[in-house]
């Protein structure tokens, strides 16, 4: 359960799919958060036309023994945004004729807390299981589409360059025809924002149902990818103009997956240097000199 930091994000980012009741407190506590974490329960279930129960219920779906937890989470980060000099309520929207320097700005600091909340959020003591898996593996496959595909590449590209034999999948039909290859001490990681792609899916307990180790990188912990995985990683997503959900949780998806990445290194510390050293001095001589 999510009961650290990054309260706001997976409260922005689950917000679309909450039941009627739990997202008008929801939108209550995103339209105003430093408000939210100064007001008492019945406070905020009169701001959102709720009752008390509805925002304990509400707490208690994102994993808070009550709201007393729940404000001191939200003043937390009202408080780290206060003294970065972010505004909590950051806009989303790019005008069609906003200045360059205003697009960037508001480029920069969604990503910038997209970061922020992503790490928040994370659950090392997860990381530190994927990477044990990924060490111990004798396989282990990528799965994702469109923009996470590009992702899962990327990790692919990472782990192999340090003696990792992984590979990753886009197309279905060879994403499944080699998880079906899979078995005890393999693993398979399947990454969709919304946790609800097909294929991913597909792919992922097709993997499990051979015995391998499953894990999950989605920005929805209650979606049917993360029921499906063994080990669940979330993601944070901050949607702005021209880059809706998917697209906006690509950087925390690297995050996420980087971390993992430098953890597994660590803890083959002496593998990974050798491997770095080899692959740089092999590619060494494509390197142009400078003039």
């Not at 294929?199 to 049917?224: N, Q, Y």
């Not at 906006?248 to 240097?273: C, G, K």
Request: hydrophobic residues 45%; glycine residues 10%; contains cysteine.
């Amino acid at each position: 359960m999510i009961v650290a930091g990054g309260a706001l994000g997976r409260i922005q980012t689950e917000l679309p799919g909450l039941p009627e009741a739990l997202r008008r407190v929801g939108q209550a506590i995103v339209a105003d958060p430093a408000g939210a974490a100064g007001s008492t329960i019945t406070a905020l279930a009169e701001l959102s036309g709720s009752s008390p129960a509805t925002v304990t219920r509400f707490c208690r779906f994102f994993g808070f023994t009550g709201y007393a937890e729940l404000r001191v989470a939200i003043a937390t980060e009202t408080g780290r945004a206060a003294q970065a000099h972010w505004g909590v309520k950051v806009g989303r929207e790019i005008g069609r004729t906003d200045p360059l320097d205003s697009v960037v700005e508001v480029m920069a600091i969604a990503d910038a807390r997209l970061i922020q909340e992503t790490a928040a959020q994370l659950d090392l003591g997860v990381v530190g299981k994927v990477a044990d898996a990924i060490i111990e593996a004798n396989r282990v496959l990528l799965f994702g589409v469109s923009a996470s595909g590009a992702v899962a590449s990327m990790l692919e590209g990472r782990l192999r360059r340090i003696r990792v034999p992984c590979w990753s999948f886009t197309d279905p039909h060879d994403a499944l025809a080699d998880a079906a290859l899979l078995g005890q001490g393999d693993v398979a990681i399947g990454i969709s924002h919304r946790g609800r792609t097909r294929e991913v899916l597909e792919s992922l307990d097709e993997a499990g149902s051979h015995g391998a180790t499953t894990v999950a990188v989605t920005s929805f912990a209650r979606s049917p990818l993360a029921e499906s995985a063994d080990l669940v990683l979330t993601t944070a997503s901050r949607a702005t103009t021209f880059r809706p959900g998917g697209l906006a949780a690509v950087h925390s998806q690297l995050l996420v997956l980087d971390v993992v990445y430098v953890v597994v290194a660590q803890r083959t510390y002496e593998r990974a240097n050798q491997a770095f050293e080899l692959t740089m001095r092999a590619v060494e001589g494509h390197r142009v000199e400078r003039s």
